[in-house]
């Protein structure tokens, strides 16, 4: 990563960087950088990474010290709700910036199932520009049919043009078949993954949380593993038919993560992703009635959890989401059976990766930080999610030995829907930088 003869030039120049970013265990996954060094910043981008004593040489007008710290990438949520336009009161994209840069995202992905969605080049347009006031870089994905009912194709070369780095009827599976192909087929023309809501809605009908033994106990209606795994295994014919390219969000079974992996062996064109949540709480959970943690995809079982952990430790999953679906106070404080599915996400989710995942030794720090940060940038075909030389500034120093009581009262986000109040967790983020401004604390 260092270039020794560069490294001499910039020595010899009386060059004032902007922020110096000094003795922090720097990780990047993509080159596999992993050692204690040095971060220069000067317009925006890295300009030097030092793991040599060059600092009494080098000027900066803001020095942050990084000893005992870990640097990675700007994290990366490839699929959150912001829900603006049509839900203001719930979360702005202004809102949800301020959440995700207290979580250690530089970048969000939001998700099309506003309201009205984000069907068409105007709508992607008025996001771009919300997102000018954002705290942190902010990516849209459109729908894939107009309205999200599942009927008529998006224009999906308008939507490429605004801008759009995936397409989605997140919230809603696209039900036909037809529909998905000609979608797929359509998309392979521009590189654009279609990020797919796995869901037969005639078996989740009616549906609250997990169909098993505790939905049984507790007199609740259930949704089957195979209403995921059965749409699942439908995207995965259809990409391996037309050769499109696929990401199945939120996956949250053993049966949906075994039908990727050997998707995956057979080269199908196949991405996926999974939450916190769905790696770290079970549906003994909502025993309390705790309407926070109703979500969709349910919370599965212990069996689905651990077979999560696997994926994500063998490689089978690729990223990690937060799927951040904030709600209002009086939206969620009904019976359970009609309180809307969602939780927040982006201020808890690199503490349940730290306690649930580093810390117990199912994935390295390389490893989780990869499903954060190039993971996702790969998928999106992004140019974050990387610490290079002449790239964005875009950086998070984490605490790894900070531990700390999740307090949804202080969240960022406008909305508190989180089941995690109370845990303690290990992992804080310090700093979040977006082109080389801080922009947390």
Same mark, same amino acid.
């Given at each position: 990563?260092?270039?020794?003869?560069?490294?001499?030039?910039?020595?010899?120049?009386?060059?004032?960087?902007?922020?110096?970013?000094?003795?922090?265990?720097?990780?990047?996954?993509?080159?596999?950088?992993?050692?204690?060094?040095?971060?220069?910043?000067?317009?925006?981008?890295?300009?030097?990474?030092?793991?040599?004593?060059?600092?009494?040489?080098?000027?900066?007008?803001?020095?942050?010290? =990084? %000893?005992? $710290? #870990? @640097?990675?990438? +700007?994290?990366?949520?490839?699929?959150?709700?912001?829900? *603006?336009?049509?839900?203001?009161?719930?979360?702005?994209?202004?809102?949800?910036?301020?959440?995700?840069?207290?979580?250690?995202?530089?970048?969000?992905?939001?998700?099309?199932?506003?309201?009205?969605?984000?069907?068409?080049?105007?709508?992607?347009?008025?996001?771009?520009?919300?997102?000018?006031? =954002? %705290?942190? $870089? #902010? @990516?849209?994905? +459109?729908?894939?049919?107009?309205?999200?009912?599942?009927? *008529?194709?998006?224009?999906?070369?308008?939507?490429?043009?605004?801008?759009?780095?995936?397409?989605?009827?997140?919230?809603?599976?696209?039900?036909?078949?037809?529909?998905?192909?000609?979608?797929?087929?359509?998309?392979?023309?521009?590189?654009?993954?279609?990020?797919?809501?796995?869901?037969?809605?005639?078996?989740?009908?009616?549906?609250?949380?997990?169909?098993?033994?505790?939905?049984?106990?507790?007199?609740?209606?259930?949704?089957?593993?195979?209403?995921?795994?059965?749409?699942?295994?439908?995207?995965?014919?259809?990409?391996?038919?037309?050769?499109?390219?696929?990401?199945?969000?939120?996956?949250?079974?053993?049966?949906?993560?075994?039908?990727?992996?050997?998707?995956?062996?057979?080269?199908?064109?196949?991405?996926?992703?999974?939450?916190?949540?769905?790696?770290?709480?079970?549906?003994?959970?909502?025993?309390?009635?705790?309407?926070?943690?109703?979500?969709?995809?349910?919370?599965?079982?212990?069996?689905?959890?651990?077979?999560?952990?696997?994926?994500?430790?063998?490689?089978?999953?690729?990223?990690?989401?937060?799927?951040?679906?904030?709600?209002?106070?009086?939206?969620?404080?009904?019976?359970?059976?009609?309180?809307?599915?969602?939780?927040?996400?982006?201020?808890?989710?690199?503490?349940?990766?730290?306690?649930?995942?580093?810390?117990?030794?199912?994935?390295?720090?390389?490893?989780?930080?990869?499903?954060?940060?190039?993971?996702?940038?790969?998928?999106?075909?992004?140019?974050?999610?990387?610490?290079?030389?002449?790239?964005?500034?875009?950086?998070?120093?984490?605490?790894?030995?900070?531990?700390?009581?999740?307090?949804?009262?202080?969240?960022?986000?406008?909305?508190?829907?989180?089941?995690?109040?109370?845990?303690?967790?290990?992992?804080?983020?310090?700093?979040?930088?977006?082109?080389?401004?801080?922009?947390?604390?």
């Amino acid at each position: 990563m260092s270039n020794p003869k560069k490294k001499k030039e910039i020595l010899n120049q009386p060059l004032e960087f902007e922020l110096a970013i000094l003795g922090g265990r720097v990780i990047d996954p993509e080159s596999r950088f992993d050692r204690i060094a040095d971060i220069f910043v000067h317009d925006g981008l890295i300009k030097e990474i030092s793991s040599r004593k060059t600092t009494t040489r080098i000027g900066a007008k803001e020095v942050i010290d =990084a %000893k005992g $710290k #870990i @640097v990675v990438p +700007g994290l990366i949520d490839m699929h959150a709700h912001l829900r *603006e336009p049509g839900r203001e009161d719930e979360e702005t994209i202004y809102t949800g910036s301020c959440s995700a840069v207290a979580g250690g995202f530089t970048s969000v992905c939001c998700m099309p199932n506003t309201e009205p969605p984000i069907d068409n080049q105007e709508a992607v347009k008025f996001v771009y520009v919300k997102a000018k006031e =954002a %705290k942190c $870089k #902010i @990516v849209c994905v +459109g729908a894939v049919t107009k309205g999200e009912k599942g009927e *008529e194709l998006t224009e999906i070369l308008d939507l490429v043009q605004a801008g759009v780095v995936a397409i989605s009827d997140d919230g809603k599976p696209v039900s036909s078949s037809q529909v998905m192909r000609n979608a797929l087929e359509y998309c392979k023309m521009f590189n654009l993954p279609i990020i797919s809501h796995c869901e037969d809605l005639n078996l989740s009908s009616g549906g609250v949380m997990h169909e098993g033994f505790v939905s049984t106990s507790l007199g609740m209606n259930g949704i089957p593993s195979i209403a995921e795994e059965v749409m699942v295994a439908r995207d995965l014919k259809l990409a391996e038919f037309t050769g499109g390219r696929v990401h199945i969000a939120h996956v949250s079974t053993q049966g949906s993560v075994d039908l990727i992996r050997e998707a995956k062996k057979r080269g199908i064109k196949v991405t996926c992703e999974t939450t916190p949540h769905h790696f770290t709480l079970t549906d003994e959970s909502v025993k309390t009635f705790d309407t926070n943690a109703k979500v969709n995809p349910p919370l599965r079982t212990r069996k689905d959890v651990e077979a999560i952990k696997k994926g994500l430790k063998d490689g089978t999953i690729d990223s990690i989401a937060t799927d951040h679906a904030p709600h209002s106070v009086e939206e969620k404080e009904v019976e359970f059976d009609f309180a809307p599915f969602g939780m927040v996400g982006l201020e808890t989710a690199f503490g349940l990766v730290v306690t649930e995942l580093v810390n117990k030794k199912i994935l390295t720090w390389p490893q989780a930080i990869a499903k954060l940060t190039i993971n996702p940038s790969r998928i999106l075909n992004l140019k974050g999610g990387r610490i290079k030389r002449d790239f964005p500034a875009d950086l998070t120093i984490i605490d790894p030995k900070a531990s700390w009581i999740v307090n949804p009262s202080q969240f960022k986000s406008k909305s508190k829907n989180s089941p995690f109040g109370g845990k303690k967790l290990r992992g804080r983020v310090c700093y979040t930088i977006v082109d080389g401004k801080i922009v947390f604390p």
